[in-house]
């Protein structure tokens, strides 16, 4: 299976090429980038060719493609590609807006190409044993669920300068590394109906880089989506409280608390392994050793676009948002 790399403008780009190199049977054929000098040395350093012209990209000898591109650009190259019958993997978020959202799954399902999006946070081990036990009833009716997931780059300054470009981005912190957190909350409590924002520019570089959102859930449940780029040495967390337990990750440990435990926080062992991440996933979906991926579909990506735009309509009008569905 021939893989083409779409541009290594996105930080995770060099690790997708990394799973690629590694995957039995994939190989990297032809780079597209819209800088053609980092394009130019990436084909180099893969040893593959560089491609100036997209469409002679697409219509090279290429199966697949890895999106890693700014996100303003995701709806042009995703159509192209899906029109092309490439088989397309992607990194979050879909698009900046919903309507684009909604017209790359058009393409994506007229075409019949396999797509998947860089939701990693559902292939944690930690993530899938807080799933399971709110599907198995262990917490009763889930009231609260709050995931904060945060890192340094704004403060200690290493997240690339354009990662600040609402132009190129569509937005700061919420729509990138908050990306996250507003998968992962609709993945454990169900439907998002509304929600409200409130954001801050710490450090002055004209997007959020501390962000809050209260989202309200079809089943009663409230989450709290936290993230941002000025706190250091905060731990991934998340948190549930349910009617008959509470659940608590912080980092990789995970702590429970319900009737059998005494109602005492007890430290999780017995953990579920981890799923292979997205790419690896799509990888074997497309060359037909693996199933079909379940939770980073078009259709989950289409639902982060929809509940990110909510968020950002939230914090700029200061009301509660419905969230299209």
């Not at 912080?250 to 392994?273: I, Y």
Request: proline share 5%.
């Amino acid at each position: 299976m021939k893989i083409g790399l779409i541009s290594r403008w996105h930080v995770h780009a060099n690790e997708y090429a990394h799973h690629v190199q590694k995957f039995p049977g994939a190989e990297i054929n032809a780079v597209w980038d819209e800088s053609r000098a980092r394009g130019s040395q990436w084909a180099k350093e893969l040893n593959c060719r560089y491609y100036g012209d997209y469409s002679s990209f697409l219509s090279s000898d290429i199966d697949a493609v890895v999106v890693a591109s700014p996100t303003s650009m995701h709806p042009h190259l995703l159509v192209k590609a899906a029109q092309a019958g490439k088989h397309i993997f992607c990194e979050k978020a879909l698009t900046i807006t919903y309507t684009d959202a909604l017209r790359v799954k058009k393409a994506i399902e007229e075409n019949h190409v396999n797509f998947a999006i860089s939701f990693p946070h559902k292939s944690r081990p930690e993530l899938l044993y807080a799933k399971e036990a709110i599907e198995s009833g262990r917490l009763g009716r889930i009231t609260y669920a709050r995931v904060r997931n945060v890192h340094n780059g704004a403060v200690a300054d290493w997240l690339p300068s354009y990662f600040y470009d609402p132009a190129l981005c569509g937005g700061g912190a919420m729509i990138d590394l908050g990306a996250h957190p507003m998968y992962t909350l609709p993945w454990l409590l169900g439907r998002p109906l509304f929600v409200q924002s409130q954001f801050s520019d710490f450090t002055h570089r004209g997007v959020e880089d501390n962000a809050v959102s209260m989202i309200e859930f079809e089943s009663g449940a409230v989450g709290i989506s936290e993230t941002g780029f000025v706190s250091p040495f905060d731990p991934y967390t998340l948190e549930i409280s349910g009617t008959e337990g509470y659940l608590c990750v912080r980092g990789n440990q995970v702590e429970l608390a319900d009737s059998s435990t005494g109602g005492k926080l007890s430290c999780v062992t017995n953990m579920p392994d981890a799923k292979p991440s997205p790419i690896v996933q799509w990888l074997a979906w497309c060359n037909g050793t693996g199933e079909k991926p379940e939770g980073i579909l078009i259709e989950d990506a289409v639902a982060l676009v929809s509940l990110t735009h909510a968020a950002y309509q939230a914090f700029r009008t200061g009301d509660k948002t419905y969230v299209t569905v």
